[in-house]
């Protein structure tokens, strides 16, 4: 017997049929004895709909009203899925993130959980019952419901499977894995078995949609054993077949893993740079250009600063396409004249694409594969940053498909 907690994506809970299926397959695994406990998502499209209605009445909606309208989704996916449970002859009971309780801080519309109560939940499995939670959400310390940002029911999950100390946490979605890169941009895209954690922290803040980031770093500090799964296979399977699905996210690298020196190619299309030129170079102006960026709230990836020549420096860096304009006005506004830059310019039409894998800390000579195969390519490089598993480079976003896969082939990715 072990704890076991099952996530659902929004498309798996995508109409009453669905939910059923769900609900025939967590009766499959409690069948063995198994305590249940299952996270779901909105219905798909729902969080969509619901903040769409938000954003009909005003551009900038208050992110607390926000949560109470979204956090709704999740409350109809959890009694519906108590219901279809309750219907295949099990013991359910559904719980709002406030009532486990799941308590997060007041950043409403990307609240980040504090602590998890696991009592009542663990009373319920005791006695025998399913426990359906939502995702996506918790309760502030002033008692307001708060949401964990978009895709946050994978760090619902996992967080509840690391403070309940699960025995594993599925997390079942409409693709049967993690892929070597997107499988559609590169056809031959391969699932991975296995993935070190580490390389799926990269995988994910690089622009792998496959988990919400803010789950990887869950599972790897409180070392949840993570799987994530198909839940489009008929949920009557065996047992046995689906428990070694899918691809698992594990913690320390085996024998097989070393072989592959890359794991797989991230990127991310929706990026935008900005430059500050002419900037004198002295003590000081890094955080005088970016402070204020940051102070908006703004996220700030890669950064670049020039040795100075005649004692002036470009200055340049990323950030989210969504927030470039806001960035833009930020520097033009207030930064410019303050810094003393001749110039500010900006692109919002860059992608950052990514080669990941563990291999590189005892492999030489994947960067310069890297920049030969681009080269060949004829695609510009325009930043480029690294860490001890990752080379990542900026590139202009209508080469992303092409660079994409002649990095998935040289790098071998093709084929196992
Ligand atoms: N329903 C939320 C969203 O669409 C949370 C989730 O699905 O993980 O972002
Ligand atoms: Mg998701």
Known sequence: ??????????????????????????????????????VPSAMSGETNRLLGLAREITAHPDPRELDMIASTGEQVSVGLLAIALQAEG???????????????????????????????????????????????QGVDPDGHIATLGRGGSDTSAVAIAAALKADECLIYTDVDGVYTTDPRVVEEARRLDRVTFEEMLEMASLGSKVLQIRSVEFAGKYQVKTRVLSSLTDPLIPLET?????????????????????????????EARIALMGVPDKP????????????????????????????????????????????????????????????????????????????????????????????????NIQMISTSEIKISVLIDEKYTELAVRALHKVFELDHG
């Open 1 to 38: 017997m072990a704890l076991i907690v099952h996530k659902y994506g929004g498309t798996s809970m995508g109409s009453v049929e669905r939910i059923k299926n769900v609900a025939r397959r967590v009766a499959k695994w409690h069948k063995v004895d198994h305590k249940m406990v299952v």
């Open 90 to 136: 099990l013991e359910a009971v559904s719980y709002a993130g406030w009532q486990v309780p799941i308590k997060t801080d007041s950043a409403f519309t990307k609240a980040r959980i504090n602590d998890i109560g696991g009592t009542r939940v663990l009373a319920d499995l005791d006695a025998g019952k399913v426990v359906v939670v939502t995702g996506f």
């Open 242 to 270: 689906e428990m070694h699905s899918g691809t698992l996210i594990t913690f320390e690298e085996d024998e097989t893993m070393e072989k592959a020196v890359i794991s797989g190619i991230a990127f991310q299309r929706d």
């Open 284 to 379: 000081g102006i890094a955080y005088q250009i970016l402070w204020p960026v940051a102070d908006a709230n703004i996220h700030i990836d890669m950064i670049i600063q020039n040795t100075s020549v005649d004692g002036k420096t470009d200055f340049t860096f990323t950030v989210g396409r969504g927030d470039y304009a806001h960035a833009m006005e930020i520097l033009t506004n207030k930064v410019q004249a303050h810094v003393k830059a001749e110039q500010v310019r900006g692109d919002p039409k860059v992608s950052k694409v990514s080669v990941v894998g563990v291999g590189m800390r005892s492999h030489v000579g994947i960067a310069s594969t890297m920049f030969r195969t681009l080269a060949e390519e004829g695609i």
